[in-house]
């Protein structure tokens, strides 16, 4: 049984917990949580994704020398992700990366969904980065502040809805990705609402996906290229009390 | 418990056997198995591809009229997959789509290892299809007949070994992708006389991997865009006695 | 005087008849007509592309055998091209390749206008294959059924008109292709429609065109490269009693 | 019965004659012939193609005026190309553009095949113009002077038939396009030569092959896009005396 | 100190003034200015561009002769770009490619504003040239004449604002670039407008900023590479008298 | 005078000098220098790359307070870059960013040379990101550890020019990009080795020529954009006591 681990790369506690990862569990997928604790108190800029890298990947190191088996970043942003890859040698997951190729198989086309429109940029460079440019089709916010996502979670899918419905009739998506991970749980609202539009495409929802399919990777005795990711020089690191002093293994 | 059936679209009986699967079966997936009656004794051109499609399509509705979760075609030029999209609602995967997109996503670049040097520009053209060109680093064929490949399989794991090395060295693959579903379990073969010359990077063997996958899909609730693949109007078929002579539900 | 056989795949009798061709016909081309009697009545699907292939294929073959010089497929879909150019040495052409390569060439931009939405991905997807993606403005649909195309041709084609004029001003086309051999012969009327509103483009009408430039090429010497399109390999083909049991030439 | 004119850039008397053009002209196709008489005596560079595009245009012009149906420019670099088609309303074709675009229709990729090194890069940015850049394959040049090539016509042939076969074994190329204008009439040898080392590829011998695709896009009624190519506006030209003050039509 | 020469390649006199370059040239920059006096009186077309290209690279020739530093060419079609880079070695920059160059790293994307819309494809065009097509957002044109932008200054600055908002808005852009040397000097009022608008981007003016830009290569020691622009042969060019008779040095 | 300041993102001291940087300083260019204390010894990896990147926007952000007019990050990984361009409004700028687009405007390609060969794969993303991957030739290392590049000085800068010609002949590059700020000062030797050779190519040495950009950058008056680049928002940041607190002005 795959034991995956989700990080949580901000210093809000209280963001995910261990009851959201209980339904997601199950048959042959077991999973644990943990986050950081220096670093911004959530992430909406590259500013702030700067600042949590660092920890993050510490905790992913910390993850690998604790015998789990996979690790899945918990930002769409996915902050760590080239260099917490070539720290350790399990699978190690974003779940911007994950959604985006899922999309990409499932539809001729997809977009983002996601809560502010200043991260379009960030999107559309993610998905350069990860070769996928030709398959994006938009990235567009709904116009609520994160903090307030929740405060009528009917409102919110609601319009979450019509954003996607947007998406689909003037930019072509024939996908959704949610570009939030705070989005979580949402995305069988989403699909009911177009479905009932008439409108039958898959609404992804990253984090639970992207666990599901860290599980099939590690079944499939399947992780990242070390050839990508080659194992960093062993180095100092100044005041980073809890950076490694060696990667390469030996007596 | 998803219920993944593989469909081989070869007519040649003995070529897929249930033993196979079982190790591939367990936590969570079931998995069954089923091949074509009319067309190709195998595929290794266009011209087979095209003469396979139609009865794949047939077993795929079939599939899902029994049940089935998700559907897995056992061939790497996906034959059938855009209409069998079209034509069923549950999840229809492709080794080839599935496969690239996986290896992108755990390497910068990957190499396609085949069976014959005439396969490149198909692999060069779904890779197009798939939107995943820009990942591609090569096409690269052993110089051993499909049916001679199990002679020796030791001669032959030797063989994809060093061709994988030259797609690394020549090319700058950063992880392998086989090309013939003839190949399945030779990964962990290959991998470890990679990982020999010092060389970590995965190697993906698509049949099991697109099975984990296809089961990870089902768990998720996610299946195709039926705005790529929009049901098919209900029409005449002449000379295919199986094809369904309605799609659209009703009383 | 080249002789250029025009092939129907799909199984409705009488969509094309021979005095539509004679137009065509005339300096230096000799025209004739045929069509396949195992699949589709019509091609409105990805499903129904593939259910046309192999009887498609098969007349490609016996065009080759009746001393054919070249064979243009009657169908936007471009369905059997990549199979048949395997089998054949004479030059196969499909109007969708042929006329997307010429609007490129003939304009900055070209728009695909077809009668229905939902052929939008198919296009694009054609485009991507034929390494044209970046010249494709758009696909645009008329909202009129095929079978009723022709009911009332002056609002046919005044409603081709303006989506074309949509194409130009919204997507920026510099040229139209139609994206349904079944407006063959609208092209002129368009042509006048967009002059009257002072715009002075290419409309490909791209059957007749595709038979000039399939003539041109027999003229030329040209076919399609067997590099590409290799020979299949003799095989068996279970319940296709039609196809060849051998391709390669000998005593 | 289509009227189309070779226009030869260069101010070397005697480089195109009309015998040569006599074999390609016949059914449906009159050829007629000319050249400029200020710019300079070969074109090998891009400073030689901008001092040949003036009178090139002009001889376009002059080539309307005279009621030819459609114009050739003898040279691949396709100069005045652009100008031209603003210019006129017949259809101007480059023989670069042409042969680019029928190679990717007929191949999965195709190389071109010139004299000098130094031209690569231009190739290149024609191709990224044409938008061919994902089809073109390579560059490569044969080691003799253009005004050496006919000192030895079979050592010049079987120097281009081991130019192409490195593009296609060390490049990938599926087809193959002549360079430079001088190698016209060539392309019968060089695939000659190609068969009988096994491979049947296209080879493309620009100027008889745009030739008598221009005559298929005259009987086609098919021009280039006045939105790509817009009238140039009334102006005044100093120093070149042979401009036309006006373009517009009018009493 | 570096010397640069702004070369305009237009015969009306009078379009740019010594004064307008007082305020450019300061600390480090050295500027004169010249212009041609065969060619056309502006340039807005390809046809212009054609006849603007000989007399301006002879310019260019004439500026290396004279020990001037480096060249910049004062029209955003950069006539004469590639044939001049072959003719000197001295740096000879474009105005729109060094642009489009800043403007892309600038910002994630630009939209070109320019005066008429029939240049949009001649834009395009350019960006795929320099290859930075990925970054154009967009190409838009104010609707004013060019010899009436300068009759109402304030208006042509407030009609430039709105279009700029448009391209941020409507296309995405995030930088904006004109695409007229007849601009000159709006760029400060077109960015103040944006930033009462809250819009805080980089509005670059081609011609003063390309200016700067070749006084830094200068200082780095810098041009462009003789691989991508070898010197052309020595050869006669009947009907440009001023053009040199040999490029090779030598006694 | 613009005044530049040079940000080393490692904590080796030493490292770089005020002497090095005088040579550059100069006419119109003011140059400071400082570094980080917090974060790698020297970067080598993307591991590293995220362990600089909080100090290193942490000095940018100084350096605005100082009154700095523009800032240059020392190292090809360009870390803190997009982070550090949300946080000022100064001009932020790369070295790898500025000399791919500078080695683009001045080359039909370019290559990298940097120190280790598991450095392609992020130069081949940063190209992907800053929109060039079509410019990029190749990325190839000498075999030489960064610590022993100056034992050595002639035996380095041969290497250079080796690898240099191995990448024009066998990658087609047109130009060369230095890929380690650690070979700052071998430009001179390797374009003369080049031209030795009969290349005469642009090399660039990113470190001066991007600080002379940054100075025409300053005089231009023009910044990044702050749509790609929006203002973070005020947040807690845990553990990171430099912080600011607040980007937003007010009283």
Chains 1, 2, 3, 4, 5, 6 share one sequence.
Request: with cysteine; charged share 20%.
């Amino acid at each position: 049984m795959a034991h995956v681990r989700l990080i949580t790369p901000i210093t809000t506690s209280g963001f995910r917990s261990e009851e959201e990862l209980s339904s997601i569990a199950g048959s042959g997928l077991r999973l644990s949580l943990t986050q950081i604790e220096q670093g911004p108190a959530s992430i909406e800029s590259a500013y702030e994704t700067a600042f949590s890298e660092p920890a993050t990947i510490l905790r992913i190191i910390e993850a690998e020398r604790d015998g789990v088996d996979a690790v899945v970043i918990d930002c769409m942003a996915d902050p760590g992700l080239a260099g917490a890859r070539e720290a350790v040698s399990i699978p190690v997951l974003g779940p911007s990366q994950t959604s985006m190729h899922l999309a990409s198989m499932l539809g001729h086309s997809f977009s983002v969904l996601t809560v502010l429109p200043r991260l379009r940029a960030q999107f559309e460079t993610l998905a350069a980065v990860y070769g996928l440019k030709g398959k994006l089709a938009s990235v567009r916010a709904v116009d609520i502040p994160v903090l307030e996502l929740e405060d009528d979670i009917g409102a919110t899918q609601a319009k979450l809805v019509s954003v996607a419905e947007a998406a689909i009739h003037e930019d072509g998506a024939h996908a959704i990705v949610f570009g939030c991970t705070g989005l979580m749980g949402c995305a069988a609202a989403v699909r009911t609402g177009l479905l009932e539009r008439g409108i039958d495409i898959p609404v992804i929802d990253p984090i639970p996906t992207t666990l599901r399919l860290a599980g099939a990777l590690v079944d499939s005795g399947l992780a990242h290229s070390k050839l990508t990711s080659p194992t960093p020089p062993d180095k100092a690191m100044p005041g980073y009390a809890g950076a490694p002093s060696r990667f390469s293994s030996g007596p």
